[in-house]
T-cell receptor, first 115, second 112 residues
Framework: DTGVSQNPRHKITKRGQNVTFRCDPI?????LYWYRQTLGQGPEFLTY????????KSRLLSDRFSAERPKGSFSTLEIQRTEQGDSAMYLC?????????????FGEGSRLTVL | GDSVTQMEGPVTLSEEAFLTINCTYT??????LFWYVQYPGEGLQLLLK?????DKGSNKGFEATYRKETTSFHLEKGSVQVSDSAVYFC???????????FGTGTRLQVFP
């Protein structure tokens, strides 16, 4: 399978704990994105990497959230001191540098439930 | 800021019925417009796109025309199938960016 891979698919945690999600983009895709989707809503942009550089962060990304993409390959999204409001589906997407802007390839998502 | 508004669902149709899902947008520039689809248990997939006014995107029997005068990008299909049951998201991206702004999604249920 050469699609975008996300792990874990589902994470249940207690409030105050830290969680980390991993995204493996399609090989050779330079651009990588994180979105968040809550029930009944469309995905909302969180952050964007071009290779290893984080080029944009949404105001939705509080200081408890941090994303990295070392070596420009896989990416991690860490949420510290989780709150119940962080419960959502976290989506990763990638696109090639030469592709049409906005034409993203999404993973199946990582669902976070904070108790 | 830029935004996308799409009709609420669920939309319930019988097989072979005609489908329209309305989508309108607000943007300061000249965005590209997209329809993404999410089938049960799968990730979002690009269904079709249009990059400028009067462009028609089409794929798998679905069509949508970029209407600048009405700021709309309505999704249509002449004859739906049970396999089209999914959630459909209208989205825009500002020129030369990948940051997508999505609507809230419309669930389509097609019954045999």
């Amino acid at each position: 399978d050469t699609g975008v891979s996300q792990n874990p698919r589902h994470k249940i945690t207690k409030r105050g704990q830290n969680v980390t999600f991993r995204c493996d983009p399609i090989s050779e895709h330079n651009r990588l994105y994180w979105y968040r989707q809550t029930l009944g809503q469309g995905p909302e942009f969180l952050t964007y990497f071009q290779n290893e550089a984080q080029l944009e962060k949404s105001r939705l990304l509080s200081d408890r959230f941090s994303a990295e993409r070392p070596k420009g390959s896989f990416s991690t999204l860490e949420i510290q001191r989780t709150e119940q409001g962080d419960s959502a589906m976290y989506l990763c997407a990638s696109s090639p540098m030469t592709g049409l802007f906005g034409e993203l390839f999404f993973g199946e998502g990582s669902r976070l439930t904070v108790l | 800021g830029d935004s996308v508004t799409q009709m609420e669902g669920p939309v319930t149709l019988s097989e072979e019925a005609f489908l329209t899902i309305n989508c309108t947008y607000t943007a300061t520039g000249y965005p590209s417009l997209f329809w993404y689809v999410q089938y049960p248990g799968e990730g979002l997939q690009l269904l079709l796109k249009a990059t400028k006014a009067d462009d028609k995107g089409s794929n798998k029997g679905f069509e949508a025309t970029y209407r600048k005068e009405t700021t709309s990008f309505h999704l249509e299909k002449g004859s739906v199938q049970v396999s089209d049951s999914a959630v459909y998201f209208c989205a825009l991206s500002e020129r030369n960016t990948d940051k997508l702004i999505f609507g809230t999604g419309t669930r389509l249920q097609v019954f045999p």
